[in-house]
């Protein structure tokens, strides 16, 4: 299916552990970004991509690694989980190249972390 | 001072009422400025983007923005129970494609 997807959609772990938060997108977009979003915070903005291999940190990347190794595909790990970490995970894409382009959404991860 | 602010809400309004959405933003520079509705439970989906000083106009929602003043806005007219959800406002400052989204307002609208 084209469009913007995430995987697993719903994911319970327990701390320490390792999590990988999956994200594709079809429209070949340069830039993709992760965001987590709390209730009182909106939406945080953890890491984005301007293109394979080019990543940056957003306002909250502590705890978190990505890497884009391919245009269509921005991984986040959470390398050690911590319950603070518990948040609704939203990756996002756009074309780029002006400052006027939408950023369109996936349907985002649930992560609890026990 | 946050980047990006809105009102707090819940703002509730009857059906078939206007009702009027609010955002600041504290960056001069900011380029463009979105309107995001989201669901509960779903993503943020685009309903309007403006550019340029003034109102823009998208069936029964306008979008005003007023530079000087730092200010955008969301009209939604003739009100239904379906627009009823959370409203985020996002700023993208520069040529980064970095937004900044505001912390959203509650919309309830009340049949």
């Known amino acids: 299916d084209a469009g913007i997807t995430q995987s697993p959609r719903y994911k319970i772990t327990e701390t320490g552990r390792q999590v990988t938060l999956m994200c594709h997108q079809t429209?070949?977009?340069?830039?993709m970004f992760w965001y987590r979003q709390d209730l009182g915070h909106g939406l945080r903005l953890i890491y984005y991509?301007?293109?394979?291999?080019?990543?940056d940190k957003g306002e909250v990347p502590d705890g978190y690694v990505v890497s884009r190794s391919k245009t269509e595909n921005f991984p986040l790990t959470l390398e050690s989980a911590t319950r603070s970490q518990t948040s609704v995970y939203f990756c996002?894409?756009?074309?780029?190249?002006?400052?006027?382009?939408?950023?369109?959404f996936g349907p985002g991860t649930r992560l609890t972390v026990l | 001072q946050k980047e990006v602010e809105q009102n707090s809400g819940p703002l509730s309004v009857p059906e078939g009422a206007i009702a009027s959405l609010n955002c600041t933003y504290s960056d001069r520079g900011s380029q463009s400025f979105f309107w995001y509705r989201q669901y509960s439970g779903k993503s943020p989906e685009l309903i309007m983007s403006i550019y340029s000083n003034g109102d823009k106009e998208d069936g029964r929602f306008t979008a005003q923005l007023n530079k000087a003043s730092q200010y955008v806005s969301l009209l939604i007219r003739d009100s239904q129970p379906s627009d009823s959800a959370t409203y985020l406002c996002a700023v993208n400052k520069d040529y980064g494609q970095n937004f900044v989204f505001g912390p959203g307002t509650r919309l309830s609208v009340l049949p």
């Open positions: 996002a894409s756009t074309s780029g190249g002006t400052p006027y382009n939408e950023q369109f």
């Open positions: 991509s301007a293109a394979a291999d080019i990543t």
């Open positions: 429209w070949s977009h340069s830039y």
